[in-house]
């Protein structure tokens, strides 16, 4: 007997969630998502305002963007994420709804619900879209993977190093200085 075919989701089913439901599209599978903690937030908050201080300090033209803010990557319609954080340097990616391929640079925080979908699943899928570098950040373990895709590297700190940004030469964060 032949097993039943696994449905395959498209942004449309996205759009079609009742109101205030949060999802995430792999690969034409649906990952819905639980409301993140304080915790989660006050880091997502930090982040967002440290990088964005930056950015308009340096006179850059990328623009960070904080969940949810909707990322439709290898511009089909079988992959759609809201990253924590999403700066993206291409202004032609940017559109009324999100960004439109890879962003250059994802942060993801981890929450105990979505452990496997940061480590595995995203790190796949982000590395293989374009995203040129991209950051777990763990408020359990209190450490940041930080992988950066355009020099194939990947290094590990703790909250209270100093992690530089290989978008941002000379940028670091240091999370134990930020009022989390």
Not at 2 to 23: Q, W
Request: hydrophobic share 35%.
């Amino acid at each position: 007997m032949p097993l039943p075919k696994e449905r395959i989701y498209t942004i449309d089913d996205i759009y079609a969630l009742p109101e205030g439901e949060r999802a995430e599209l792999i690969d034409g599978q649906i990952y819905y998502m639980a409301p993140p903690s304080r915790k989660h937030q006050e880091i997502a908050g930090e982040l967002f305002t440290s990088i964005n201080n930056y950015i308009r300090a340096a006179g850059g033209s990328c623009k960070p963007y904080i969940a949810p803010f909707a990322v439709f990557l290898n511009e089909n319609d079988k992959n759609y994420v809201e990253p924590d954080i999403s700066v993206i340097c291409d202004p032609n990616k940017l559109n009324e709804k999100g960004c439109v391929g890879a962003p250059d640079w994802i942060i993801e925080i981890v929450s105990p619900g979505s452990r496997r979908m940061d480590y595995n699943n995203k790190l796949f899928k982000y590395r293989t879209a374009g995203v040129r570098e991209y950051w777990i950040v763990d408020p359990q373990k209190e450490w940041i993977m930080v992988y950066s895709f355009f020099n194939d590297d990947m290094n590990e700190y703790s909250f209270t190093d100093d992690i530089p940004s290989g978008i941002y030469p000379g940028f670091s964060l240091n999370l134990s200085t930020l009022n989390i």
